[in-house]
């Protein structure tokens, strides 16, 4: 079992920056894929980025990987999503979520899921 818990959203102007943080628990925490989702209010949630348990590998969605970067840190049982440059559009509530897999993708099917951390950008 492993519990996520989200936290670092907030409310910033257009242009701003944030950096979200998902602290695990549980031991096995470098053994999984951790991902960030995000969904805004009337859509579906996307999927934004997602990164394995060596930080070797990583995937972003095209739509902000210019701005946004995943990283963690396995000795804190933390992953990180920094977003730079952001956007109006970039208000969602962003999710973190765990995964056993073995490469990483953004189609993983994901086994746990944190509560969700506000980010709102206005313009």
């Known amino acids: 079992q492993v519990q996520l818990v989200e936290s670092g959203g907030g409310s910033v102007q257009a242009g701003g920056s944030l950096r979200l943080s998902c602290a695990a628990s549980?031991?096995?925490?470098?053994?999984?894929?951790m991902g960030w989702f995000r969904q805004a209010p009337g859509r579906e949630r996307e999927f934004v980025a997602a990164?394995?348990?060596?930080?070797?590998?990583?995937v972003i969605v095209n739509s902000v990987k210019d701005r946004f970067t995943i990283f963690r840190d396995n000795a804190k049982n933390t992953v990180y999503l920094q977003m730079n440059s952001l956007k109006p559009e970039d208000t969602s509530v962003y999710y973190c979520?765990?995964?056993?897999?073995?490469?990483?993708?953004?189609?993983?099917?994901?086994?746990?899921w944190g509560q969700g951390t506000q980010v709102t950008v206005s313009s």
């Open positions: 990164i394995g348990w060596s930080s070797a590998n990583s």
């Open positions: 549980g031991r096995t925490f470098s053994s999984y894929v």
């Open positions: 979520a765990a995964t056993r897999a073995t490469v990483v993708t953004g189609s993983l099917t994901y086994d746990y």
